[in-house]
């Protein structure tokens, strides 16, 4: 099936490239390209309201919004490229919502909107069986190579790079408990910067080739930005606001930050189940997971609390759960290399830290952990706040209490 122009031409919008010159692929990408935002709600009746879920009954399959601004180059900004995490659409919908009660025709800067995985967003899904990541197939993927998902991102890539870029956005939520924070793949200050206006905790990950993130950031300042958990208000009001801030820049600094203005992190590893380890959670309840026997066909009991340890610095020797498995998890680093050794160790039954480091994204959901990572382990960088990172580890043990770190109160 061709690349879809989608809706037929009128006289308020641009025409666009005829569909021959565009490869034919067997998913199909529409685009829309309106010259005011009163246009959209006309052509689109109902999409402003709609949720993630019910897409589908609008979209035919990954979407190109156009939207007129009074800056160019635009800015772009992907959404639902992971089904579940709707953060993105919502904050979205709430600024041109905006933008329309006050009788906008132009945002303050020309916007493109990449509407993702609807099919996976109709089933409340990260993707679905058989679908590869749509956050793991852009250029410089790896994997997935000639895929119809694959080759759709790389013609977005493709049409994107030709309108011209002011900077790229990728908004996620995450399934466990986290603060707010940045990913970057470069510590320059235009990224830097981008990401201080979401929050000041910040990440530079050079790894995952293929993400949207990474393929933009040889062309603009981008950042993936994570939201905290789906459905609630606040994280969709934050992202809301991030995304009206960077339409109203005007440029980006060429001076780097101030030491404390930030708190840099960098991974040094993500961390997989290892294929054929069968894992389960431990029960919440249950100190007794320490004295009880593993369940019959688990060969990994992780503990039920684990996201609780999210951005919080961790001493060597931290327990994440019990093993029959003599190294249940792979750990890699951003070139791809083994470095399990160097994290995790398992001592008499008991899966445990070999270093200090702080993780992020750990997830208390099975089906994301196999479809994704169990976490990531980072490190803080000293520039952040202008000292050593091993002065500012704690010393985090199993008699500190499980409560969750002050930053993420919003999530």
């Known amino acids: 099936m061709a690349i879809v122009i989608a809706p037929a031409m009128t006289d308020r919008m641009k025409p666009m490239p005829p569909t021959d010159m565009l ?135 493709r049409l994107q790079c ?25 510590n320059t200050p235009a990224h830097l910067h981008l990401a201080r206006l979401f929050s000041r905790t910040v990440v530079l990950f050079r790894g995952l080739p293929g993400t949207q993130t990474a393929a933009f950031t040889p062309l603009c300042p981008a950042v993936a930005v994570e939201c905290g958990k789906p459905g609630v208000a606040a994280n969709e009001a934050e992202a809301a606001r991030f995304l009206a801030a960077a339409l109203h820049l005007s440029e980006f600094p060429d001076h780097g930050r101030q030491e404390g203005d930030l708190d840099l992190y960098h991974t040094l590893a993500r961390v997989k189940v290892r294929e054929e380890v069968r894992f389960d959670f431990a029960p919440p309840e249950g100190i007794q997971e320490d004295i009880a026997p593993l369940p019959p066909g688990c ?59 702080m993780p992020a994204m750990l997830t208390l959901d099975a089906r994301v952990v196999r479809q994704d990572c169990l976490c990531y382990l980072m490190e803080r960088l000293p520039m952040a706040r202008g000292r050593n990172p091993a002065a500012a580890r704690s010393t985090a043990s199993e008699s500190e209490p499980e409560s969750e770190p002050a930053s993420t109160q919003a999530c």
């Open 23 to 157: 490869p034919t692929l067997s998913l199909s990408l529409s685009q829309y390209h309106f010259e005011r935002l009163s246009d959209l709600p006309r052509h689109l009746p109902g999409l402003l309201d709609c949720p993630a879920r019910e897409l589908h009954h609008h979209l035919t399959g990954p979407t190109l919004l156009h939207l007129p601004g009074r800056r160019q180059p635009e800015l772009f900004v992907s959404v639902l490229l992971h089904g579940n995490e709707d953060v993105g659409w919502v904050a979205v919908q709430q600024l041109l919502r905006e933008a329309l009660a006050h009788r906008q025709d132009r945002l303050p800067r020309a916007l493109t909107v990449l509407i993702g995985n609807v099919q996976a967003a109709r089933q409340g899904l990260r993707r679905l069986d058989g679908q590869p990541d749509h956050n793991r197939v852009w250029p410089g993927a790896v994997e997935y190579l000639g895929s119809p998902e694959q080759l759709l991102m790389a013609e977005v890539h």
């Open 162 to 186: 030709e309108r011209g870029l002011f900077a790229a956005i990728d908004l996620h939520n995450n399934t466990g408990l986290n603060p707010h924070y940045g990913i970057v793949c470069q």
């Open 299 to 357: 060969d990994l009991w992780l503990d039920a609390r684990l996201d609780r340890l999210n951005f919080r610095e961790l001493a060597a020797g931290r327990r994440f759960g019990r093993s029959r498995h003599p190294m249940p998890l792979r750990a890699e680093d951003e070139a791809g290399a083994d470095i399990t050794a160097r994290c995790f160790q398992v001592r008499e039954g008991e899966l445990r830290l070999s270093r200090a480091a």
